[in-house]
């Protein structure tokens, strides 16, 4: 089992940046890969980017340029750097585990609210 806890969510003015970071408990870190999903009203969750356990990354055509995926293994962290921030981002954001050889998002945190808005 892992547990995944998300942080570093808030309000951010247009044009700002955050940094969300998930912290994941367990030994076998290094072997999943992660993604960041969020999820706004009304909406259905969406993979936003990801990253597999040999560091190549994905992104959301609406992301690229703006947001930066990355782990830190040794902290059992993995990051997502946000900039250029714009209204349509505001959401909830998930972090989310995949275990090696397994098709489907296993592990999921509890989310957390990113808020753009002048």
């Known amino acids: 089992q892992v547990q995944l806890v998300e942080s570093g969510g808030g309000l951010v003015q247009p044009g700002g940046s955050l940094r969300l970071s998930c912290a994941a408990s367990g030994r076998t870190f290094s072997s999943y890969a992660m993604g960041w999903f969020r999820q706004a009203p009304g909406k259905e969750r969406d993979l936003v980017a990801r990253?597999?356990?040999?560091?190549?990354?994905n992104y959301a055509d609406s992301v690229k340029g703006r947001f930066t995926i990355s782990r830190d293994n040794a902290k059992n962290t993995v990051y997502l750097q946000m900039n250029s921030l714009k209204p349509e981002d505001t959401a909830i954001y998930y972090c989310?585990?995949?275990?090696?050889?397994?098709?489907?998002?296993?592990?999921w945190g509890q989310g957390t609210q990113v808020t753009v808005s002048s």
């Open positions: 990253i597999t356990s040999g560091n190549r990354t």
């Open positions: 989310s585990a995949r275990p090696i050889l397994i098709p489907t998002w296993v592990y």
